[in-house]
């Protein structure tokens, strides 16, 4: 139609264009909106063709390019095809058609699609929700629209603008004021760590300068491949570029003036805020952490010093007490902040500050309990707001802070030193870092210390709740088999492993206890006399919540089943095993650490070291003695008083 010579165009002068105009933009709005809730190729080949359709009728007959804006679903159909559609190819139809819309070949002195199409998108503006992925085409289309009518206006055409009757400053105010509000959406979680070029390629680099930096860029590129950017940020930090670098006078109002003050707030909100232990957002600071995103940034900054001193200035103050006042680094060269960023499987770690690995992988393990993670996190005093020397002194408040960095910050590690300071010995001395404990000791420890804290707190008994469990410990007479026992409460198990292949065989070992005879024979209140008699532990209760362990290396958590119809079922608990792997020299008269290879299953059935279970295990031996004992007097019989020699074997066989 575009191409029709004017004879042709004679012939079809019968068509009525207002109507096809707009039974075309109701077909691209159903389209749209069948696309709003479940995304089809089909629907975006049905709108690619109707758009141009629309736009060989709109520049054959500049006039109706009215009738378009006339329609009823205009604004709606720009929304729902921009902005809401689940089709990619919609939503590039329409920003396409738009743009060829306002092109120059469709501009008049009495018709500019430009004067109906930016006010419409700018008001959209608001409409977006901060986490959308659907407005890639929307933020593309206004920003080329934008450009192309400032440039109108450096033109000195005041005929658009008067058209337009877009005021440029309040539109700045409104991109600042909803990048200020913008949420912080961006995850700083890369796939993999950056790949470093190795030292003997050194020689061969002078050549390949470039090349080196732009492989650095893809591999930096490459760990945020998974993790989204946030599209509706780049968007308005794009438009924020595009009126600063159009209008030079703008640049110093956006940047340090009025209320937008730009400068400060891309330097330390956008790129450089550092999460603080108290975060409480599941997205920490900055806001932008994607790539992508931080070049905008950037290029925002280089854009708004452009021509402008006083901008400038502003912003070599900011990097002056960012790297000057604040810094204090322990090394002089080879400094990457990617180095210092939280680890690429989503952890914090913990600094060791010299022997203290017992000590770290303790503290991970209870961090990784989320029930006692929660419970420590909600505990409220008021003496920790009220002085900051009880702050420092606090175990408990300490423990907060260790466990709000762990859980929120985007930092590499946490520096335990004020969590070493609280934790006192007997004689009120913080811990020394460089000597090496028990870790089972230093447990024990802890926990008397977090419920002393925890007294007087709806967290009172929160341990208690967690991993308390009790023993029992059984006196057994063998010659009346009379049984008589006591129960403590344990927060640990500690297992003996020399000598003990794997955990299992250090439970049967923990639990099969030992004889007391002779001069250590127990004196029996039934039989009323010393007696020998069996002394064994075994658990009486076990814990809701369960972790294993190993001296002094990190705890693993495991999960172990119990079998049906016991008192004490439950399932996915957490024990504490403690392996013992320090012992005393007699001869040296000193400790020394035990490293035997000691294993452990993935699922640790406890049933068989449970009074039940040894209970059970007893009445089976019994039953199984009285069998053998059957089995073998009806085998003598049947070898003495038959003359079939082979019949033992069958009966032996039933038990």
């Known amino acids: 139609m575009e191409h029709l010579d004017s004879s042709l165009r004679k012939d079809i002068d019968w068509l009525d264009y207002t109507t096809l105009i707009r039974r075309l933009l109701s077909v691209m709005w159903d389209t749209a909106k069948q696309t709003i ?28 390019l009215l009738t378009m804006v006339a329609f009823e679903g205009f604004e709606a159909l720009l929304r729902d095809a921009l902005l809401r559609s689940l089709e990619g190819a919609v939503r590039r139809e329409a920003s396409s058609t738009i743009e060829r819309l306002c092109g120059p070949e469709f501009a008049s002195d009495a018709i500019d699609a430009r004067t109906t199409f930016i006010p419409v998108l700018v008001r959209f503006l608001a409409e977006i929700e901060p986490s959308s992925t659907l407005c890639t085409e929307y933020f593309g289309t206004l ?60 020689d061969d680099d002078d050549d390949d300068d470039d090349d080196d930096e732009e492989l650095a860029v893809l591999r930096y590129d490459e760990q945020y491949a998974g993790t989204p950017p946030d599209l509706v940020l780049q968007g308005l930090l794009r438009l924020l570029c595009t009126v600063t670098s159009l209008l030079a006078a703008s640049r110093e109002y956006v940047g340090s003036k009025g209320n937008c003050g730009m400068i400060r707030h891309v330097f330390d ?57 604040t810094a204090e680094y322990d090394f002089d060269w080879g400094y990457s902040p990617r180095l210092e960023q939280r680890s690429s499987t989503g952890y914090v770690g913990i600094r060791n500050l010299g022997c203290i690995c017992y000590m770290i992988s303790l503290l991970q393990q209870l961090f990784m309990m989320k029930r006692f993670r929660d419970g420590i996190l909600s505990v409220r005093k008021e003496a920790f707001l009220a002085d900051d020397e009880a702050r420092t002194d606090d175990l408990l408040y300490q423990l907060q802070v260790m466990f709000g960095y762990l859980q929120e910050s985007q930092k590499k590690c946490y520096h335990p030193r004020p969590l ?38 709806p967290q009172e008994r929160l341990l208690q709740r967690i991993w308390s469990g009790s023993l ?25 492993i020399p000598g003990r ?24 209140e039934k039989c009323d006399k010393h007696v020998d008699t069996l002394m064994r532990r075994c658990i009486a209760k076990l814990p809701k919540y369960v972790a294993t ?80 004992s059957l089995s073998l007097s009806l085998s003598l019989s049947c070898i003495l008083g038959t003359e079939r020699p082979n019949a033992h074997v069958h009966l032996l066989c039933v038990r």
């Open 143 to 202: 920003d080329r629209l934008m450009a192309s009518y400032l440039n109108e206006i450096r033109a000195g055409n005041d005929a658009i603008k008067k058209a337009v009757g877009l005021d440029v400053m309040h539109f700045i105010d409104q991109l600042t004021a909803l990048i200020k509000a913008h949420p912080i959406l961006e995850r700083d979680s890369p796939n993999a760590p950056v790949q470093h070029a190795s030292a003997d390629d050194d």
């Open 420 to 457: 070493c300071n609280a934790i006192k010995d007997y004689d009120q001395n913080p811990v020394d870092v460089c000597l090496q404990q028990d870790v089972d000791e230093f447990f024990n420890g802890l926990v008397d210390k977090v419920e002393e804290a925890l007294k007087g707190t």
């Open 501 to 524: 292949a794997n955990i299992v065989e250090a439970l049967e070992m923990y639990v099969k206890g030992e004889m007391l005879e002779g001069d250590n024979a127990y004196f029996c």
């Open 269 to 325: 909100e956008c790129l450089f805020r550092v999460p603080s232990e108290y975060q409480g957002s599941k997205a920490g600071p900055p806001k932008c952490k994607h790539p992508a995103t931080r070049r905008i940034c950037f290029e925002l900054l280089r854009l708004l010093c452009q021509q402008c001193v006083h901008n400038q200035r502003e912003l070599l103050q900011l990097i002056h007490k960012m790297h000057v006042e």
């Open 37 to 64: 809730s479940h995304a089809s190729e089909l629907d975006g080949i049905v709108v690619k063709h109707a758009a141009s359709l629309l736009v060989a009728c709109v520049r054959s007959r500049n006039e109706l």
């Open 549 to 628: 362990t190993s001296t002094p290396s990190s705890w693993l958590l495991n999960r172990f089943t119990r079998k049906p119809g016991l008192s004490l079922s439950v399932c996915d608990s957490l024990l504490i095993l403690h392996l013992k792997r320090f012992a005393f020299d007699l001869d040296a008269l000193v400790k020394y650490k035990l490293n035997n290879h000691c294993e452990f299953p993935l699922t640790l059935d406890m049933e068989p070291f449970t009074k039940e279970g040894l209970e059970r295990r007893e009445r089976a031996d019994q039953s199984l003695g009285m069998s053998l």
């Open 472 to 496: 029992c410990t059984q006196l057994v007479s063998k010659p009346c088999q009379h049984c008589s026992e006591r129960e403590e409460p344990f927060h640990t198990i500690g297992l003996d």
